[in-house]
């Protein structure tokens, strides 16, 4: 099942699993009732098809013991079952989370965010709320979401690890949304490239572009203003910050003729 589908949770899945409950079934299935079946479940590619009929052909069965056997298929199929019934309602849930966020007074604010699509947006809306006063500084974001590291002291000993307290669903949402950031933010991926430079590992160089990223919303959160990567880059080259080298403007260039030959040179300042 594994090479034969590329997701075993999928509608497919599930119709194959109520339909023939085990390999043994399938296998007796005459090629032509394989083939009109992928048609109904929406498959339209012929070798693909092809492929899985030559594959269902040559299985070979694990074992043949009729007690493992049907026990493994009624299992199988109730949850199939299952699965299709969670998806239908997962689908009710989908649509009217899109209706509340479509309505909602944050939406601009966290659509305007690099990365943040149709699952995060809702998720940072959440995560923030609407009241103001319910964070008052980016510091109390940080440590609920558990995104801020703790520090442990005792004695002489001293460690920062990864805050455990914390709600984790939030603490995942701004770890996602950062992770999804690196592909959209220019300084995101920059900041990132220099954190694992310095030997952090992945999670823990997303988790610390997190930690930034959360101020950054919790500012846009606060005045009301959605993000304007161009103004944060600005913002950046006015601290000097170490981020704000890979932005600076581009040295002017033209084509000027030397012995005989054009070359590419600065032009004065």
């Known amino acids: ?39 109904q479940q929406n498959c339209r590619n012929e070798e693909r098809i092809g492929e899985r009929i030559e594959a269902i052909r040559k299985a070979m069965v694990a074992t043949d013991d009729a007690a493992i056997v049907e026990g493994g298929k009624l299992k199988a199929q109730a949850l199939a079952d299952v699965i299709a ?58 440590e609920y979401s558990g995104i801020a590291p703790i520090t442990i002291s005792s004695a002489k000993t001293k460690f920062v690890q990864m805050r455990i307290a914390c709600p984790k669903f939030v603490r995942q949402t701004f770890h996602e949304f950062a992770s999804h950031s690196l592909e959209k933010s220019e300084w995101a991926r920059i900041f990132y490239d220099l954190q694992r430079e310095n030997r952090k590992l992945h999670n823990a160089a997303v988790r610390s572009l997190a930690f930034k990223w959360i101020r950054i919303l919790y500012r846009c959160w606060k005045d009301r203003r959605p993000y304007d990567e161009q103004l944060y880059i600005r913002s950046l080259q006015r601290r000097n910050s170490p981020l704000a080298g890979a932005f600076a403007p581009s040295t002017p260039l033209a084509w000027k003729s030397v012995a005989g030959f054009q070359k590419l040179t600065e032009l004065p300042s």
Do not use: C, N
């Not at 497919?12 to 409950?21: E, K």
């Not at 966020?101 to 995560?127: D, K, N, Q, T, Y």
């Open 1 to 39: 099942m594994l090479d034969w589908f590329d997701d075993v949770t999928s509608p497919l899945v599930g119709a194959v699993l109520q339909r023939w409950g085990t390999l043994q079934e399938l296998r007796r299935a005459h090629p032509g009732t394989l083939r009109k079946f992928f048609h």
């Open 85 to 142: 019934t969670l998806r239908q309602h997962i689908a009710v849930y989908d649509r009217r989370i899109e209706e509340v966020v479509a309505s909602h007074p944050e939406a601009h604010l966290f659509g305007s965010l690099p990365g943040a699509g149709p699952a995060l947006i809702p998720r940072l809306i959440v995560a923030f709320g609407t009241r103001r006063e319910r964070f008052e500084s980016a510091a109390e974001v940080q």
